[in-house]
C-alpha cells in the first residue's frame, strides 16, 4: 500500500474562516511534508516533518499552522487566509530523512484543492 | 540556491514516438533525482528516483539517465502512448548543508501530449 490520503478534496473559505486539512499515511514513513501548488506552477515546499517533529519551515506565514498527532497523520490549520492562497495543497511522505537510506522517495497525495474568497 | 529548469515546457507527439525530457539543475551536491507524473488536478506520481552515485534507472519503457557532474538529467519515453499525456516533473533532493534534513526542489514541468 502506497497511498497517502488528503481530505477533503475541495474546501472553500472566507478570509475568516478557521479551517484544517488532513493527510494520512499507514506505511510506516517517518517524514511527512506539505507542499502548496499554484496553477501551472511546480510544488514548492512548506514544511517538513521527521519523526513528528518540525524539521523544515520554509518561511511560511503563521497563517498556515502545521501538526504532527502521530507518525501516520499530519494536518495544516488554516486561519485568516487570503485570496492569494488558493491553490493545490499537496501532502507526502517517505520512509525518512536520514542520510544512508537506500531511498527515500515520497510519496503524494491527490491533494486538497482550496479556494480562498 | 538550487535552480531546477526543464526543456520543452511543452511537447506535442504523434502515438508510437520515441522522446526524450530534459531537466538541469545549478548544483551538483545533490542526493538524488525523481522524475514524477502530474495528470491535471491531481497529485504527483514517482517515476523513477536515480541516487546520485547512479547513471541510470529503468522501469517499463522509462528510462531515466543522470550526469551529476553537468547537472543534468534526461528522461526517455520509449514508444509513447495517450495514456502517457501529463506533466512530467523532476525534482533534486538535497540536504541542508552540515544538517540531515533535505527537501526537494521541483522543475517546472514539460506538458505531455501524445495524439492518436
Known amino acids: 500500500d502506497t497511498e497517502v490520503t488528503q481530505t477533503p478534496k475541495h474546501l472553500v473559505m472566507g478570509m475568516t474562516n478557521k479551517k484544517s486539512l488532513k493527510c494520512e499515511q499507514h506505511m510506516g514513513h517517518r517524514a511527512m511534508y506539505w507542499y502548496k501548488q499554484k496553477a501551472k506552477k511546480p510544488p514548492e515546499l512548506m514544511f517538513v516533518y521527521s519523526y513528528e517533529k518540525l524539521s523544515i519551515n520554509e518561511s511560511v506565514p503563521s497563517r498556515f499552522s502545521p501538526e504532527c498527532p502521530n507518525s501516520s497523520l499530519l494536518n495544516l490549520h488554516l486561519h485568516a487566509l487570503q485570496p492569494e492562497d488558493s491553490a493545490l495543497y499537496l501532502c507526502?511522505?517517505?520512509?525518512?530523512?536520514?542520510?544512508?537510506?537506500?531511498?527515500?522517495?515520497?510519496?503524494f497525495g491527490a491533494g486538497t484543492r482550496l479556494s480562498v474568497l | 540556491k538550487q535552480e531546477v529548469t526543464q526543456i520543452p515546457a511543452a511537447l506535442s507527439v504523434p502515438e508510437g514516438e520515441n522522446l526524450v525530457l530534459n531537466c538541469s539543475f545549478t548544483?551538483?551536491?545533490?542526493?538524488?533525482l525523481q522524475w514524477f507524473r502530474q495528470d491535471p488536478g491531481k497529485g504527483l506520481t514517482s517515476l523513477l528516483l536515480?541516487?546520485?552515485?547512479?547513471r541510470e534507472q529503468t522501469s517499463g519503457r522509462l528510462n531515466a539517465s543522470l550526469d551529476k557532474s553537468s547537472g543534468r538529467s534526461t528522461l526517455y519515453i520509449a514508444a509513447s502512448q495517450p495514456g502517457d499525456s501529463a506533466t512530467y516533473l523532476c525534482?533534486?533532493?538535497?540536504?541542508?548543508?552540515?544538517?540531515?534534513?533535505?527537501?526537494?526542489?521541483f522543475g517546472q514541468g514539460t506538458i505531455l501530449t501524445v495524439h492518436p
Open positions: 525534482a533534486v533532493f538535497r540536504y541542508a548543508g552540515g544538517t540531515s534534513y533535505g527537501k526537494l526542489t
Open positions: 536515480i541516487q546520485s552515485s547512479q
Open positions: 507526502a511522505s517517505s520512509q525518512g530523512q536520514a542520510k544512508g537510506l537506500a531511498k527515500n522517495i515520497q510519496y
Open positions: 548544483d551538483s551536491a545533490i542526493y538524488n
